[in-house]
């Protein structure tokens, strides 16, 4: 059976396209050496089990170990009842042991006499003191469990750390989502524990990174070895560029060309960009579960500005920026804090405007010109009677307030422009603004490939209280974004959320049209709403 591109679960090297995990992560073997207790955190999907089943593979087919991958997923649901979740744990060890360790280095069967509460700590000392080589654990899904369950195994698991080898495992990894500090628990006040206790032991956290552009073209290049279907070079690189390497993504964009578009020729950037558009509208369960995590308060903290163009509010923590960086939502280097990758910045205003889009009643017509370039006048005057009779409401209805306007204009934007082309995003964290381009096909060929693309500009500003007429710097701003892109005109959208603004029936008369210029002479519509 051919390989192919793993869209689900832990990659299995015969089954799929796989490059090394291990590779990723240099210091393990430091750490097992060592004897060191570790901690790994990482988004879901880029690799983390994948590597640590490779580790455990690697380790005990060295000779030197009894090392065993094993999760903690199924005690979720005992979060509160401590001696449940600690015997399922205890069950997934075995289990994993029968599967993966010769009889020899597999643990003894637990014991029936042991208090609740110490029945971990007693099948793994009784493990490591019958066998032959020290015992490397490694935990995945620990953060799956929560409050009682988790602090129940995470004490007796650093009470063995004095007694390794022999009376506790060599090495312990703990792997999930977040570092140890942002595991969930109900006490002390706190929903997250803060600290490393009750796992104080650990020697370093890891993360994983996502893939290089190097690391995509060699993921790739197993694809064209095995089938001699090629890719050009600028497909790998705008694959790259809309995933920034985030593995799920990379994996998903070829699931999309290939078995949804079927393409059986070259793989080119129009089949790229065709499968970006299908991965963002598949809503996918992995995209779908980091759009959940917007309803949880610490996420949105960091989100919602993001996503308006503003700055990070000063006392939101440092540990909630971090919490979004574990998720993958964000990138956080040394020149901004952004959302992490093309694709993200998609699925999240999309998943947000989703009830808004819902909620639409659009006029169904044909929005191109007789040359089918996008007749943008038209939607503009559409969009300004669409807001005079639902904005005001729609936007006191928001979940994100602060973000209501962006939200209202892309739910409808994208209700018109759905099927005709793409809106791309461009978020000016501290800048106040969200850019919008809307790439609008003139054209499609046989195979539904764009054969002509019609690009408009779009700026949106909101004029809040306190702040003064932001009409100046956005004609500044906008010249900026048409100079990257290229274009000579664009249009510049502010909404005036004062307190003081028009609202009950002076809403009715928002909407006003006028040209305006930007410092470098080009030309701009000037909608005020």
Not at 87 to 99: K, T
Request: charged share 25%; glycine share 8%; proline share 6%.
């Amino acid at each position: 059976m051919p390989r192919h591109f793993n869209i689900a679960g832990p990659n299995v090297a015969d089954w799929h396209y796989t490059l090394s995990a291990l590779a990723r992560l240099p210091e393990v073997h430091r750490l097992v050496l060592d004897r060191a207790w570790f901690v790994l955190h990482a988004p879901r999907q880029v690799g983390k089990t994948t590597a640590m089943r490779a580790l455990a593979q690697e380790l005990t087919a060295s000779g030197n170990y009894a090392a065993l991958w094993a999760t903690c997923e199924a005690a979720e649901p005992y979060r509160d009842d401590p001696a449940a979740a600690e015997r399922i744990v205890i069950h997934s060890i075995g289990n994993s042991a029968e599967l993966d360790l010769p009889i020899e280095l597999r643990p003894p069967s637990p014991r029936a006499d042991v208090a609740p509460g110490q029945r971990l700590t007693d099948y793994i000392q009784a493990w490591c003191q019958s066998c032959p080589r020290p015992v490397v654990l490694l935990l995945d899904e620990i953060d799956a469990m929560q409050n009682d369950a988790l602090i129940t195994v995470l004490r007796q698991l650093r009470g063995m750390f004095p007694n390794r080898p022999h009376g506790g495992p060599s090495t312990v990894a703990l792997i999930g989502l977040r570092d140890v500090r942002d595991y969930k628990v109900a006490s002390g006040g706190s929903p997250h524990l803060g600290t490393a206790s009750p796992f104080n032991v650990k020697a370093e956290s890891l993360t994983m990174g996502s893939f290089t552009r190097s690391d995509v073209g060699a993921l790739y290049a197993q694809h064209t070895a095995e089938t001699g279907q090629e890719f050009t070079v600028e497909a790998v690189d705008l694959a790259y560029e809309v995933t920034q390497g985030q593995p799920w993504l990379v994996n998903a964009l070829m699931d999309q060309v290939l078995n949804k578009i079927r393409v059986t020729g070259r793989i080119e950037v129009a089949h790229i960009a065709q499968a970006k558009e299908l991965l963002i509208l598949s809503r996918s369960t992995h995209l779908d579960s980091l759009a959940d995590k917007l309803n949880e308060p610490r996420v949105r903290a960091v989100i919602a500005p993001i996503l308006a163009g503003g700055d990070i509010p000063l006392d939101v923590p440092q540990r909630d920026i971090e919490y979004c960086t574990d998720l993958g939502l964000i990138a956080n280097d040394a020149k901004m804090v952004r959302i992490a990758n093309p694709i993200y910045r998609e699925v999240l205003p999309r998943e947000l405007s989703l009830p808004s889009q819902v909620r639409m009643d659009i006029p169904n017509r044909r929005w191109a010109l007789p040359d089918g370039r996008l007749d943008l006048r038209s939607v503009l005057q559409a969009f300004v009677a669409f807001w005079r009779e639902n904005g005001e409401w729609m936007v006191r209805g928001q979940t994100w307030p602060e973000f209501a306007q962006q939200i209202v204009t892309m739910a409808f934007l994208h209700r018109l422009v759905n099927g005709g082309g793409y809106i791309e995003r461009e978020y000016g964290l501290g800048r106040k603004r969200l850019d919008l381009l809307i790439r609008w096909f003139t054209g499609v060929d046989s195979a539904g490939l764009p054969t002509g693309e019609d690009r408009h500009a779009l700026e949106l500003k909101v004029w809040r209280d306190g702040q003064k007429d932001p009409l100046e710097k956005g004609l500044e701003q906008i010249d900026g974004y048409l100079e990257r892109l290229g274009l000579a005109t664009g249009t510049l959208m502010v909404f005036d959320a004062r307190s003081t603004s028009p609202s009950g029936d002076g809403w009715e008369k928002r909407g006003e049209f006028s040209e305006a210029q930007t410092p470098s002479g080009r030309a701009v519509t000037l909608l005020r709403l």
